[in-house]
């Protein structure tokens, strides 16, 4: 029977020889079954250069080994040791503003540097060796959360030549990053350097190199531990933690195809229903990235989130009562295979010793803790579902090309948000119960019922093509604003908007309209803020426009039959209601009055209760997550179950089955025929 892994960091070396013995004890009681070990150990690992101390890393793997707990053994290269710095001061990061960091903190190193990398191998071969057959070992857990830039001497000759490989030569360069403007043309590659501060706006194309280039470096910082764990023992899976956030300069399409599982941190930055919102939106992601791994069934794992309080400067989300359960198995509805922690005990001093952990500060006898062992009980109960596929209802495009693009200060609004658009619409699809994978269009997209496309604002000829060939197939498509209208360089195609969409939305947009924060006009749709544009039609049909402003009987939304399939653009930013009834109503005859209404009912979801479902043949299991305060009767036959179906998580019979507020249920059985 398939395993769903249960934990947490674990940092031993954080605590004395008693706290250590009555963790494991814990960790049976709480069902723990996979720890992570180790991610910032390398100055005890490694005292001094080239001498090592693996004692109270041995007795703790053969600890947790005869407790029966396994271990995701980290390589704590992200945090080198204070030694290292010392004597390597050329590999310690450099600021944009010229400033080289030192030693006092974590993630201090820069991947380019080569004692760096020559310290991580020294060290990851020592593990590797010593601990590749040991029988606690699970998995290996590279680094931690990629992620520091550097701007130094290094990196520039990195930089160099990553772009020597991607351009060519220097003409080419020139060329793709437009340097004729500004005076910016390139003599000598010598005088290439990455992009640091500046007197005023930096060139976009040359910021956005670097950031490819950024994730390029850190992906061959991650390969060359892979293959020192790989030649160890190949049997191992080996991943990194994946986070998240617009300082990670990490493309995961790229970095999944070089994963045993996917792993991600998801630390949601609102609480209550915001908070269920973007869980699944970082399930979703991951589940979908997962889709690239060598190995088949989408393998991925969750394996960090906030037991209670996360903080971090500038931000403090708590979990609710039931919001530990009920966000670990939306994790798990959506395809992860288990709910880790960060961390398991929650530390006393240093950095984040405010940060919550499965076992409080006020120890076991809490409601964490409590909570802990409630979800270390339900896990197994649904095991059976960890193989079982995750079906889904429509696809996003998500481009992390676009989103560092659209970062750029030098576009034509300061609000453009990237991130923002995509999550509204996974937003709207989630709250009207659709269920939806990621795609990126550099491969050819799945023949799912609906794709959106939210402001994809890199569209390479190939990414155009594989769109097009979607929607011949039968697909319906939906564009939003800024989508097609640079090359992969971030040069704006010109001859109308929205450039490689063009054709296959037939509309020419001649002139982009941004007004941050203004309301722009009143539509057969609803309330535009923010953002419009004038759409010339060439080909396709008006299925709603704008009744009022400069634009008033102009079309806001087009639709384009394009062999079988209809491609429509909206040319507007509607607020969350508009968009979820447009999405919502389309079809090929739909009307304006039609995508204004929106469904008659709200389904679950929008009720609060978050419905998701796996299926293996004829079996289904489906997750139930109740995020109200008021229960929830199910109605087994109309979520599609033939009678007899369980509640696999109170063993009762699903028929008549009412979740309580903030409760769980998955509801488990076979298919109505
Ligand atoms: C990240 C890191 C952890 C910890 C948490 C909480 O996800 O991987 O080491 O710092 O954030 O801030």
């Known amino acids: 029977m398939s395993v769903l892994w249960f934990g947490g960091d674990h940092n031993p070396e954080q605590w004395p020889e008693e706290v250590r013995a009555e963790d494991t004890g814990l960790m049976r009681r709480a069902g723990v079954n996979l720890v992570t070990v180790g991610v910032f150990s390398w100055s005890l690992l490694e005292p001094r250069e080239g001498e090592f101390d693996f004692g109270w890393l041995d007795r703790e793997l053969d600890r947790l080994a005869d407790a029966g707990v396994g271990v995701a053994l980290a390589t704590p290269t992200a945090s080198p040791p204070p030694w290292f710095g010392a004597a390597h001061p050329d590999a310690m990061p450099v600021t944009a503003e010229g400033v080289r960091l030192t030693h006092g903190s974590r993630d201090t190193y820069d991947v380019t540097a080569p004692a760096y990398q020559a310290a ?127 300082w990670v300069p990490v493309d995961a399409w790229k970095w999944a195809e070089h994963m045993d599982l996917v792993a991600v941190d998801d630390y949601p930055s609102a609480p209550g229903a915001e908070a269920a919102a973007q869980t699944a939106f970082a399930a979703d992601l991951a589940r979908s990235y997962a889709a690239r791994v060598p190995a088949k069934g989408r393998p991925w794992l969750l394996t960090e989130q906030a037991a209670g309080v996360l903080y971090t400067p500038g931000r403090t989300v708590s979990k609710a009562p039931g919001e530990l359960v009920r966000h670990s198995l939306s994790h798990v509805a959506r395809g992860s295979r288990g709910a880790m922690f960060f961390q398991w005990r929650a530390s006393r001093g240093g950095a984040e010793q405010w940060y919550s952990g499965m076992v409080p500060h006020a120890g076991p006898d809490s409601r964490i803790f409590r909570e802990v062992c409630e979800l270390g009980a339900l896990l197994p109960r649904v095991a059976g579902a960890a193989d079982a596929r995750v079906p889904v209802d429509a696809a996003v495009t998500w481009d992390p090309e676009s989103w560092w693009a659209m970062g750029a200060a030098s576009l034509p609004d300061a609000d453009l948000d990237y991130l923002g658009a995509v999550r509204q619409v996974h937003r709207v699809l989630w709250r009207s119960g659709r269920t939806v994978d990621f795609v990126r269009p550099d491969r050819p997209l799945p023949p799912v019922p609906l794709l959106v496309v939210p402001s994809l604002y890199l569209v390479s000829d190939t990414a155009a093509a594989h769109l097009a060939d979607y929607v011949e197939r039968g697909g319906t498509l ?36 941004p007004a941050p924060d203004t309301e722009l006009s009143d539509t057969d749709l609803g309330t535009v803020r923010g953002w419009t544009e004038a759409v010339r039609l060439t080909g396709a049909e008006p299925v709603a426009v704008h009744r009022s402003g400069d634009l008033a009987g102009q079309p806001v939304l087009t639709r384009n039959r394009r062999g079988s399939g209809t491609a429509w653009y909206l040319s507007a930013r509607l607020d969350d209601a508009a968009l979820g009834a447009l999405l919502a109503g389309l079809g090929a005859r739909a009307t304006a009055a039609d995508l204004r209404a929106g469904p008659a009912t709200p389904s679950a979801p929008e009720a609060g209760v978050e419905v998701v479902r796996r299926e293996d043949g004829a079996l289904t299991w489906i997750f139930v997550l109740n995020h109200t305060g008021a229960p929830y009767p199910v109605a087994p036959a109309s979520l599609g179950l033939a009678p007899g179906a369980v509640d696999l998580l109170t063993d009762t019979a699903a028929e008549g089955l009412t979740v309580p507020g903030g409760g769980v249920a998955v509801l488990h059985g076979r298919l109505s025929p």
């Open 478 to 513: 939906v564009a939003t604003p800024l989508s097609g209208i640079a090359d992969p360089h971030g040069t704006v195609r010109t001859g109308g908007h929205p450039g490689a969409l063009r054709d296959l939305l037939g509309v020419r947009v001649e002139e982009l309209r």
């Open 120 to 246: 991580c191998e020294r060290i990851v071969r020592a593990l590797a060796e010593r601990y590749s057959a040991h029988p606690a070992l699970r998995l290996w857990h590279v680094h931690n959360e990629y992620g520091t830039w550097s701007h130094s001497a290094h990196a520039d000759r990195a930089f160099r030549g990553w772009l020597r490989k991607r351009h060519g030569d220097l003409e080419a360069l020139n060329e793709a990053w437009t340097t004729a403007f500004w005076g910016q043309h390139y003599s000598d590659w010598e005088h290439v350097r990455t992009p640091r501060a500046t007197q005023y706006l930096a060139n976009p194309a040359h910021v956005l190199d670097f950031r490819r280039f950024l994730s390029d470096a850190m992906l061959d910082h991650y390969l060359a531990q892979r293959t020192i764990l790989k030649s160890a023992d190949p049997a191992v899976p080996v991943t990194t933690n994946l986070a998240f956030g617009d």
